[in-house]
């Protein structure tokens, strides 16, 4: 028997949504809208004929668009899902905002803070939403990471480190830093409820289309606490991994593991100082405690995002990546450019 809520979604109007950009990500968008009672997927729009085809004989009630203008005169959507490269973001945004549409943009929300502000300023001028797919902060592991340092479980962080390595796809318009480091920064930004302050970047380039492959990133945040990432598209091995280090204890995600994704040591060191003038007075106590894995919710990330986008264009309380998320992010990859422009000095991020 159906419960409340799911008659009253069934009930409900749904909302009318298209995606633009069919090519690796944009059909895990489809395939969620479509799996979810509370949307419509009314169009499908990818300049590629062939992609066009694809993805339209899945979804034939769905109308089929070469050009985004044509969709939005023929098929407007309530909800437009922008899954192009990053260069398109900011024409088609605004396109959609034009035609009334609240607008999911895939990750980096644009290619400057300028472009982003002038996304944001359409939006509020016409009264509509802007989401950014930051996915990790909807994956059941990211939640469950939250709640730990919520909860207080970790202490003090120390700092955090994250590898995020892989044999990459080599994208057409972006480096590894624009690619990769917006699931870091996102999901650390939304763990610590903090923004990035300050950062330093180092780079290497290692291709003949000028893009850097390789990159070492040093955050600070407002809280002054202080996070690494290595980024690489040139890694043999697949590698996922972001350790928290803390006080109480310490708490490792691994991304590629298949259900114990999170890992919490009860390790640490403590110190003891019997004699502060002579710091060599200072012995260090090792803990070697336990280790558990909490349950993991396994629901798809883009299944709970487009659950809370929904929610919040019915003008419900939602957690979701908002604009203001998106721009932040850019931000900190706009300050990563200065910093390697100017050999890896820290750059200030002012919000
Ligand atoms: N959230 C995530 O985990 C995640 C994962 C992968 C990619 N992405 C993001 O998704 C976006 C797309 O990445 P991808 O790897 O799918 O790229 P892709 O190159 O595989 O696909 C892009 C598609 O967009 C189409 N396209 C480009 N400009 C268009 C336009 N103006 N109108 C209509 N169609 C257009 C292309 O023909 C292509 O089919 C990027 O911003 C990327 O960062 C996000």
């Not at 668009?65 to 605004?94: I, N």
Request: hydrophobic share 40%; aromatic share 6%; glycine share 6%.
């Amino acid at each position: 028997m159906a419960c409340a809520n799911e008659i009253a979604v069934k009930n409900a109007k749904k909302i009318r949504a298209a995606v633009v950009g069919l090519g690796y990500w944009g059909p895990n968008l489809a395939r969620n809208l479509h799996a979810n009672q509370e949307y419509e997927l009314v169009a499908l729009c990818d300049q590629s004929e062939d992609r066009l085809k694809k993805l339209g004989a899945l979804y034939p009630w769905a109308k089929t668009y070469t050009s985004a203008d044509a969709m939005f005169k023929e098929t407007p959507p309530e909800l437009l899902v922008v899954a192009t490269p990053v260069g398109s973001h900011k024409a088609l945004t605004m396109a959609g905002l034009e035609a009334s549409a609240h607008v999911l943009c895939e990750k980096p929300l644009a290619g400057s803070v300028a472009e982003v502000s002038e996304m944001l300023e359409l939006a509020a001028k016409r009264d509509r939403r802007i989401f950014v797919d930051h996915t990790f902060i909807y994956t059941g592991a990211v939640r469950a990471i939250k709640k730990e340092i919520d909860a207080g479980r970790l202490g003090d962080l120390f700092y955090i480190d994250s590898v995020r390595i892989n044999l990459g796809l080599f994208q057409p318009d972006v480096d590894v830093i624009w690619d990769l480091a917006p699931h870091d920064l996102s999901t650390l930004e939304y763990v610590l409820k903090s923004r990035v302050s300050s950062v330093q970047a180092i780079a290497q380039c290692n291709n003949p289309r000028g893009f850097s492959d390789v990159a070492y990133l040093h955050l600070e945040f407002e809280t002054g606490l202080q996070a690494h990432l290595h980024l690489s598209w040139l890694s043999p091995v697949k590698v996922r991994r972001t350790i928290f280090s803390g006080t109480k204890s310490s708490l490792i995600f691994d991304d590629l593991e298949a259900s114990e994704k999170v890992k919490i040591y009860d390790h640490g060191v403590s110190f003891d100082v019997t004699d502060l003038e002579q710091r060599k007075q200072v012995l260090v106590n090792y803990r070697r405690g336990d280790m558990h894995a909490p349950a993991i919710n396994a629901t798809e990330g883009l299944a709970t995002e487009l659950r809370e986008i929904a929610a919040a264009i019915r003008g419900e309380r939602a957690d979701v990546a908002t604009g203001e998320d998106g721009l932040a992010v850019v931000r900190t990859l706009e300050a990563c450019k200065q910093s390697l422009a100017a050999g890896g000095t820290k750059v200030k991020i002012s919000s």
